[in-house]
T-cell receptor
Framework: SQKIEQNSEALNIQEGKTATLTCNYT??????LQWYRQDPGRGPVFLLL?????KEKRKERLKVTFDTTLKQSLFHITASQPADSATYLC???????????FGKGTRLSVIA | KAGVTQTPRYLIKTRGQQVTLSCSPI?????VSWYQQTPGQGLQFLFE???????NKGNFPGRFSGRQFSNSRSEMNVSTLELGDSALYLC?????????????FGQGTRLTVV
C-alpha cells in the first residue's frame, strides 16, 4: 500500500543547532515534494517545493533534499530558533490531476 | 492580496445535524481542495474542485459533499453528523491546473460534534 511517513512525531532540539526532519514514502513516484509549516490552530503555510530532478533546494535557513532512489526527503533548519517551533508537514505530488498527499507531520520544539 | 477565508472559524453541532462550511479562495485561484485534520490521522483529503467540477475525491462517506461556484468560492456539507466528524476542516486554494503548485490554506473551521 502507499505510505508517507515522517519519522518522529516530535523532535526537541537546542536553540542554535540544526534540526533535521525526515519524510519517507513507499509505492509513490512523486514528481514534486513540498514542505509546509503549521502552527497550532492555523492552516499550513507553504515553505519549499523540490522537483524530482533537483537534489537540493535552499531558502534562507531552510534546506530540503530529495532522494528518489531512497524515496526520502530531508528538511533542515540551520541555526534553529524558538520561533521555528511548529509542526512541519511534507506533501507529495504524485501525478497529474491528483491531490497532494500529506504526511502526519513532525512537531518541532526548539528549546532556548 | 487577501488570503483564503474560511467561515465560520468555530462551530458546535449536535449528532445527526448537518453543517455547511464556506471557503473563499485567493482571487484567480481556480482549484479549491478540502481536508479534514485530526490528531490521529493528520491531513486527510476530502475533495478538490476546479472550475466548478469535482476533480478528485478522497475516501470519505457520501455524507461529505461539496460544490464550487462560478466565482470559485466553495462550500462543503456534512450531513447526519457523527461524533467522529469533530475535526479541523481546512480549505486550500492554488493556481494549479494540472500539476500541483503551492497550496494556500485558510485558518480552518473547528467543528465539534456533541
Amino acid at each position: 500500500s502507499q505510505k508517507i511517513e515522517q519519522n518522529s512525531e516530535a523532535l526537541n532540539i537546542q536553540e542554535g543547532k540544526t534540526a533535521t526532519l525526515t519524510c519517507n514514502y513507499t509505492n509513490y513516484s512523486p514528481a514534486y515534494l513540498q514542505w509546509y509549516r503549521q502552527d497550532p490552530g492555523r492552516g499550513p503555510v507553504f515553505l519549499l517545493l523540490i522537483r524530482e530532478n533537483e537534489k537540493e533546494k535552499r531558502k534562507e535557513r531552510l534546506k530540503v533534499t530529495f532522494d528518489t532512489t531512497l524515496k526520502q526527503s530531508l528538511f533542515h533548519i540551520t541555526a534553529s530558533q524558538p520561533a521555528d517551533s511548529a509542526t512541519y508537514l511534507c506533501a507529495l505530488d504524485v501525478g497529474r490531476n491528483t491531490p497532494l498527499v500529506f504526511g502526519k507531520g513532525t512537531r518541532l520544539s526548539v528549546i532556548a | 492580496k487577501a488570503g483564503v477565508t474560511q467561515t465560520p472559524r468555530y462551530l458546535i453541532k449536535t449528532r445527526g445535524q448537518q453543517v455547511t462550511l464556506s471557503c473563499s479562495p485567493i482571487s484567480g485561484h481556480r482549484s479549491v481542495s478540502w481536508y479534514q485534520q485530526t490528531p490521529g490521522q493528520g491531513l486527510q483529503f476530502l475533495f478538490e474542485y476546479f472550475s466548478e467540477t469535482q476533480r478528485n475525491k478522497g475516501n470519505f462517506p457520501g455524507r461529505f459533499s461539496g460544490r464550487q461556484f462560478s466565482n470559485s468560492r466553495s462550500e462543503m456539507n456534512v450531513s447526519t453528523l457523527e461524533l467522529g466528524d469533530s475535526a479541523l476542516y481546512l480549505c486550500a486554494s492554488s493556481r494549479r491546473t494540472v500539476m500541483n503548485t503551492e497550496a494556500f490554506f485558510g485558518q480552518g473551521t473547528r467543528l465539534t460534534v456533541v
